[in-house]
């Protein structure tokens, strides 16, 4: 049997460094508009409203409707605090990405795949900041791991007939809820339903099937059954498809992208192949890979290209839309580094692992993009602020100038959250929400709220194309703001990109209207 020295304190070392990473990503990491409108939804569910039909919502639902029930945790400690929600929430994905590693090599490899998975993930800055702000990928990605787990479970031989059906329908169940989080997980279903299928696994397919089929009905049905809501969920995906075509240059930027903040995975991922087609023993690694209990690793390799695929024909595939189903990617890389390790090698490989991931976060690009604004002709712009400590500061400010205050007219929802604040109807989208000419003009003139706040991004984008609105009509609609509301307050490089946040007041006059 071959064990590794010294096991333990690579995993000692790979728990410590996603502790200082994920603190790093909570609390140096760039805002994101996102993280704004994904809590907003929750808030809105947990006052009785419905995505799609109340408010508009372009995800799965489940996002708004679990973290409905966590609400208290942004309302007590704001952004940082959901911050650190999401990151507990992607850390135990993590854990369990080790654990499917490690059930899905022999005996005497388990210990090694699951360090390799655990360092590869958890030693990683840029996975953990998309882990940590509050978007769909740490429940999605929990989601993920947990169907994958409880389907390799499923699929061991001699297991009971009613633990195998169990497990297997407890994996179609995540699987499901994964899709109910992010719609393009779905295809993950119709990947383990297929292995399940060819493989002749028929009373598992049979759990799988209950288990996926019943939770898509419970969280699609009552929005399948709702007009109002149906119709707001067709219009999400039209949403999703407005924004042009297929851009080949744009496509092989996100995979350049990915490639770099994934670097170790896909270094390792490399090794395992060429020790397999180049080693004098690649008769015995091939027999080894071929082993029955390294499906599941097949299997998570199959269903991450599966959606990888998929996501990369969105007509903008932000490399960040990976990142629920890079757990499996580290499975599959991982268990077969792991298995094609020879004995006395197999501390060498974890050394080459941890040093790895170690020297690409520690010369991530993102501790750069976290402490500047980027540069001045010769000089460097370093922030004054993290951008969190920032955003708590212009709330304390907006507080200060409205105590108590509900309400805030803003574009960066963000910043709602940090105050504590509710924002007009059809504003729960940030600076993707879909108003007419005509409606953003009357909501302007109405002064809807006795405070405002708006940064660069306000009335920029056009959705659902997405591109620039026209300046000239941009104008217009500061022109009305300033008739409405006077500035109090002026905060340069703010939020996202670092554009100027204007505070107003409303005017006395307007409030008498």
């Given at each position: 049997m071959s064990k590794v020295r010294h096991i333990g304190w690579f995993f000692a070392l790979g728990a410590f460094a996603a502790l200082v990473l994920g603190a790093a990503a909570v609390w140096l990491g760039s805002l994101n508009h996102d993280e704004?409108?994904?809590l907003y939804a929750a808030n809105l569910v947990k006052e009785g409203k419905m995505p799609y039909r109340d408010f508009f919502y372009t995800q799965g639902p489940l996002f708004p409707i679990v973290y409905s029930a966590l609400t208290p945790v942004w309302e007590s400690f704001g952004l940082l605090g959901a911050r650190i929600l999401g990151l507990l929430l992607g850390l135990a994905g993590i854990v369990i990405a080790s654990q499917l590693a490690a059930h899905s090599v022999p005996a005497e490899k388990k210990s090694l795949a699951a360090a390799v998975v655990f360092l590869s993930l958890g030693s990683n800055l840029y996975h953990l900041y998309y882990l940590a702000i509050p978007k769909t990928y740490a429940l999605a990605s929990l989601f993920v791991v947990m169907g994958f787990f409880f389907l390799s479970f499923a699929s061991d031989a001699g297991r009971s007939r009613v633990a195998s059906f169990l497990f297997s329908l407890f994996s179609g169940a995540s699987l499901a809820f994964a899709s109910g989080t992010r719609i393009s997980l779905g295809i993950l279903l119709c990947v383990c339903g297929f292995w399940l299928l060819v493989t002749r696994r028929y009373l598992p397919l049979f759990g799988f099937c209950v288990g996926g089929f019943g939770a898509l009905a419970l969280v699609y049905g009552p929005f399948l059954l709702d007009a109002g809501a149906l119709k707001g969920l067709v219009a999400a995906q039209r949403y999703h498809t407005s924004r042009g075509g297929f851009d080949i240059v744009w496509t092989?930027?996100?995979l350049s992208r990915l490639v770099r903040w994934y670097l170790p995975l896909f270094v390792i991922a490399g090794l395992s192949v060429s020790r397999v087609l180049l080693s004098s023993s690649r008769a015995a690694a091939a027999r080894t890979l071929k082993r029955d209990s390294l499906n599941m690793a097949l299997l998570s390799g199959v269903g991450?290209?599966?959606?990888?695929f998929v996501q990369m024909l969105a007509p903008f595939p932000y490399e960040d839309y990976q990142v629920p189903v890079m757990g499996l990617f580290a499975v599959s890389a991982g268990t077969a580094f792991a298995s094609t390790l020879s004995p006395r090698r197999s501390e060498m490989g974890l050394l080459l692992v941890i040093g790895m991931c170690w020297a690409c976060s520690f010369g991530s690009p993102l501790l750069e993009k976290w402490t500047t604004n980027g540069?001045?002709?010769?000089?460097?712009?370093?922030?004054?602020?993290?951008?969190?400590?920032?955003?708590?500061d212009v709330a304390k400010r907006i507080e200060e100038l409205d105590p108590g205050g509900k309400e805030l007219f803003t574009?960066?929802?963000?910043?709602?959250?940090?105050t504590r604040r509710k924002v007009p109807a059809g504003l729960e989208m940030g600076p993707f929400s879909i108003l007419s000419d005509n409606q953003w003009r009357e909501l302007i003139s109405s002064a809807p709220c006795k405070m405002a706040a708006f940064s660069g991004y306000a009335f920029a984008i056009e959705p659902p194309e997405c591109s620039e609105r026209p300046v000239s009509t941009q104008m217009k609609y500061w022109q009305l703001l300033k008739e409405?509301?006077?500035?109090v307050d002026?905060?340069?490089m703010f939020g996202q990109n670092a554009t100027t946040l204007l505070t107003l007041k409303r005017k006395e006059e307007a409030a008498r209207k």
């Open positions: 704004g409108w994904y092989v930027g996100s991450f290209m599966a959606v990888f540069q001045d002709r010769f000089w460097t712009l370093k922030k004054n602020k993290f951008e969190l400590a920032q955003l708590r574009q960066d929802i963000y910043l709602a959250i940090e409405k509301y006077d500035l002026r905060e340069e």
